[in-house]
């Protein structure tokens, strides 16, 4: 229920390729640029008065890098992803689908004797000969992009 | 010797492991992942030979682990993972995604370890005229980058798109080297790299463009079924592509470690569909193509940067200009003199049988970690990184970053270099398509060109 009203409430946009509320983004920028630059900072200042300058710089620089991954743990604590995952069951329809697009790119399938041994014995193992054999006849009759006959398809 | 070799070892460990886990999540693109990592590993005063295979062993493991959205969840790891994507898909619907995942990190093994002498070799074949090359170099960088822009997406808008890049990358140069003391670089690079990231959080502070942006639902994963299909630990890569399987991802290794002036995404899917074309049956058109192209994506980095690195020490490719330009222009540390063309890089600092021993062990280390990775824990790692790893935590680590490097560099200066740049080169970037690879191009072009000619 509160999640519900969690996901109703979101300002959902798409940054940099994948969705973000832009209350969250803003405050992960935030974290990120402020755990980052001043540890950077205070570390150039602190390996100042320890070490030549040149080396002082690079061991900031590396300090830095490390409070901005740990700025990214926290991130990833404080904010969850905008994502829903669903456990996707393997099903004929799609099976047939991908069938169906495969007759329609090249116009067969193939035959099964053409295939090297060792694939073929992988396709038999994967329990997917039947499903290349069975379009076999109709697939090697028909000479161009026709759409798939159901029936052949479906064996 | 053994303390160089030691070196080389951890830092391609460290390089394979934090890109096995990169690669896991979606969309993020090599260069803006490679080229800022590698830039602090060169920065922090790693030596040579593990800057290079902590590279290399990076590239080649995320080209591995990048095929487990890909073929699991069906979204491109990124930008190499694209062309994969349509065979994967198919495949993923056929019930067997883990052929899909199989067939493909095996065809990067076998390539990758292919790609490494050979582009050591092409180098030594180029390397006579190397002294033509960077003599030339003001001319030759402008002709790459026409090259390399009409090869992008933008095509001629790219190419016409170099002028106002080039001449805003000078401007801005011209003003900044006079306050700072010296030149610019890293701060150019970081704002070329991560330009898309920049111009997106600016247009999500503006409610005008904002709106384009809006999302109403999540984002939905499918996530493929889990199909045990082998037992055991590290299944021999050999075992699981049939012969002509290991002759074409071999032959097109070969073929693509030959070239280095076309744009890795072109490569693969030229190679990939060449192959595809010759194969009657279409399961195994599907399984030789996952091989083959996956094999070029890794080809093609190794070669796009092993070559133009070895025998002539200027970024000259589209690799080498974009992921890979910390391994020739990384200030204080590598430099290249924009008045003569003179170097001082990793082409000066190892020899050709040292990149060609650094770069297999690099090869050797990444394969070791990446490829039992991505065959056992490939369905755990892809829903752990859907359901924990938000993108609000990818983009506030880049965030930081970004300040971070711009302002050692180059202190308040650098930090408006790298937006000022960012916000121009994103815009160009996502308006018309002209991506980061270009860019760099368009920073040479402005550095060594524009004053040689303009002078």
């Given at each position: 229920?509160?999640?519900?009203?969690?996901?109703?409430?979101?300002?959902?946009?798409?940054?940099?390729?994948?969705?973000?509320?832009?209350?969250?983004?803003?405050?992960?920028?935030?974290?990120?640029?402020?755990?980052?630059?001043?540890?950077?900072?205070?570390?150039?200042?602190?390996?100042?008065?320890?070490?030549?300058?040149?080396?002082?710089?690079?061991?900031?620089?590396?300090?830095?890098?490390?409070?901005?991954?740990?700025?990214?743990?926290?991130?990833?604590?404080?904010?969850?992803?905008?994502?829903?995952?669903?456990?996707?069951?393997?099903?004929?329809?799609?099976?047939?689908?991908?069938?169906?697009?495969?007759?329609?790119?090249?116009?067969?399938?193939?035959?099964?004797?053409?295939?090297?041994?060792?694939?073929?014995?992988?396709?038999?193992?994967?329990?997917?000969?039947?499903?290349?054999?069975?379009?076999?006849?109709?697939?090697?009759s028909a000479p161009e992009s026709r759409p798939p006959d159901e029936e052949a398809v479906r064996r | 010797m053994i303390a160089t070799i030691g070196i080389a070892l951890a830092m391609g460990l460290l390089g394979a492991i934090v890109f096995s886990a990169i690669g896991l999540v979606s969309g993020t693109d090599e260069t803006a992942t490679l080229a800022p990592l590698t830039l602090l590993v060169v920065l922090v005063g790693v030596p040579p030979a593990g800057v290079l295979a902590f590279f290399l062993a990076g590239a080649v493991a995320k080209h591995m682990t990048?095929?487990?959205?890909?073929?699991?969840?069906?979204?491109?790891?990124?930008?190499?993972?694209?062309?994969?994507?349509?065979?994967?898909?198919?495949?993923?619907?056929?019930?067997?995604?883990?052929?899909?995942?199989?067939?493909?990190?095996?065809?990067?093994?076998?390539?990758?370890?292919?790609?490494?002498?050979?582009a050591v070799g092409a180098a030594a074949l180029i390397a006579p005229f190397a002294r033509q090359v960077t003599a030339a170099a003001p001319y030759v960088f402008p002709l790459a980058a026409v090259l390399i822009a009409y090869f992008s997406r933008g095509r001629w808008a790219a190419v016409a798109g170099l002028v106002p890049m080039v001449l805003v990358i000078a401007a801005l140069q011209?003003?900044?080297?006079?306050?700072?003391?010296?030149?610019?670089?890293?701060?150019f690079f970081l704002g070329i790299a991560i330009g898309p990231?920049?111009?997106?959080?600016?247009?999500?502070?503006?409610?005008?463009?904002?709106?384009?942006?809006?999302?109403?639902?999540?984002?939905?994963?499918?996530?493929?079924?889990?199909?045990?299909?082998?037992?055991?630990w590290f299944p021999n890569p050999l075992k699981v592509l049939d012969r002509s399987q290991q002759a074409a991802t071999g032959a097109s290794a070969v073929l693509s470690s030959l070239t280095f002036v076309v744009s890795p995404v072109a490569m693969t899917v030229l190679l990939g569909e060449a192959v595809g074309a010759r194969i009657k049956h279409s399961y195994h058109r599907l399984t030789s193509m996952m091989a083959v192209k996956n094999g070029v994506t890794e080809s093609t980095y190794i070669a796009e940067t092993l070559i133009p690195l070895v025998a002539i020490?200027?970024?000259?490719?589209?690799?080498?200009?974009?992921?890979?330009?910390?391994?020739?222009?990384?200030?204080?540390?590598?430099?290249?003199?924009?008045?003569?063309?003179?170097?001082?890089?990793?082409?000066?600092?190892?020899?050709?049988?040292?990149?060609?021993?650094?770069?297999?062990v690099a090869v050797f280390v990444a394969v070791a970690v990446a490829y039992p990775f991505a065959m056992n824990y490939a369905r755990t790692a892809a829903a752990w990184v859907v359901r924990r790893l938000s993108q609000e935590a990818v983009i506030g680590t880049f965030a930081g970053l970004i300040l971070v490097i711009s302002v050692y560099e180059g202190g308040l200066l650098g930090l408006l270099v790298a937006s000022t740049v960012g916000i121009v080169g994103g815009l160009m970037n996502k308006l018309l398509g002209m991506h980061a690879g270009v860019q760099f191009m368009a920073y040479y072009t402005a550095a060594l060109t524009v004053p040689a000619l303009l002078g």
């Amino acid at each position: 229920m509160s999640e519900d009203e969690g996901r109703r409430s979101e300002q959902l946009v798409e940054v940099w390729g994948d969705v973000v509320d832009v209350r969250h983004l803003r405050w992960a920028v935030v974290i990120g640029c402020v755990l980052g630059l001043p540890s950077y900072l205070l570390a150039a200042l602190l390996f100042r008065q320890l070490t030549e300058p040149q080396l002082a710089r690079a061991y900031a620089l590396l300090v830095g890098l490390l409070a901005c991954l740990a700025a990214g743990a926290i991130n990833a604590r404080l904010f969850p992803p905008k994502r829903d995952l669903v456990e996707e069951p393997g099903d004929d329809q799609s099976r047939d689908e991908a069938i169906a697009e495969l007759v329609a790119e090249s116009g067969a399938l193939g035959s099964l004797d053409e295939l090297p041994e060792a694939a073929r014995r992988e396709l038999r193992d994967l329990g997917l000969e039947d499903l290349f054999a069975g379009s076999r006849a109709r697939g090697d009759s028909a000479p161009e992009s026709r759409p798939p006959d159901e029936e052949a398809v479906r064996r | 010797m053994i303390a160089t070799i030691g070196i080389a070892l951890a830092m391609g460990l460290l390089g394979a492991i934090v890109f096995s886990a990169i690669g896991l999540v979606s969309g993020t693109d090599e260069t803006a992942t490679l080229a800022p990592l590698t830039l602090l590993v060169v920065l922090v005063g790693v030596p040579p030979a593990g800057v290079l295979a902590f590279f290399l062993a990076g590239a080649v493991a995320k080209h591995m682990t990048h095929m487990i959205p890909t073929a699991l969840l069906g979204i491109p790891g990124d930008t190499l993972a694209v062309p994969l994507l349509r065979e994967a898909s198919l495949l993923r619907r056929l019930g067997v995604p883990h052929i899909a995942l199989h067939k493909a990190i095996s065809g990067a093994a076998l390539a990758a370890f292919i790609a490494v002498p050979v582009a050591v070799g092409a180098a030594a074949l180029i390397a006579p005229f190397a002294r033509q090359v960077t003599a030339a170099a003001p001319y030759v960088f402008p002709l790459a980058a026409v090259l390399i822009a009409y090869f992008s997406r933008g095509r001629w808008a790219a190419v016409a798109g170099l002028v106002p890049m080039v001449l805003v990358i000078a401007a801005l140069q011209a003003f900044v080297t006079p306050l700072h003391g010296s030149s610019l670089s890293i701060s150019f690079f970081l704002g070329i790299a991560i330009g898309p990231l920049v111009a997106d959080l600016f247009a999500l502070s503006s409610p005008f463009a904002r709106q384009s942006m809006r999302r109403h639902t999540r984002r939905t994963f499918f996530l493929a079924p889990e199909v045990k299909g082998w037992t055991g630990w590290f299944p021999n890569p050999l075992k699981v592509l049939d012969r002509s399987q290991q002759a074409a991802t071999g032959a097109s290794a070969v073929l693509s470690s030959l070239t280095f002036v076309v744009s890795p995404v072109a490569m693969t899917v030229l190679l990939g569909e060449a192959v595809g074309a010759r194969i009657k049956h279409s399961y195994h058109r599907l399984t030789s193509m996952m091989a083959v192209k996956n094999g070029v994506t890794e080809s093609t980095y190794i070669a796009e940067t092993l070559i133009p690195l070895v025998a002539i020490g200027l970024p000259l490719s589209p690799v080498a200009a974009g992921p890979a330009a910390p391994l020739f222009n990384a200030p204080p540390v590598y430099t290249i003199d924009t008045a003569s063309g003179a170097t001082h890089n990793l082409h000066d600092m190892l020899s050709p049988w040292e990149f060609l021993g650094f770069g297999l062990v690099a090869v050797f280390v990444a394969v070791a970690v990446a490829y039992p990775f991505a065959m056992n824990y490939a369905r755990t790692a892809a829903a752990w990184v859907v359901r924990r790893l938000s993108q609000e935590a990818v983009i506030g680590t880049f965030a930081g970053l970004i300040l971070v490097i711009s302002v050692y560099e180059g202190g308040l200066l650098g930090l408006l270099v790298a937006s000022t740049v960012g916000i121009v080169g994103g815009l160009m970037n996502k308006l018309l398509g002209m991506h980061a690879g270009v860019q760099f191009m368009a920073y040479y072009t402005a550095a060594l060109t524009v004053p040689a000619l303009l002078g």
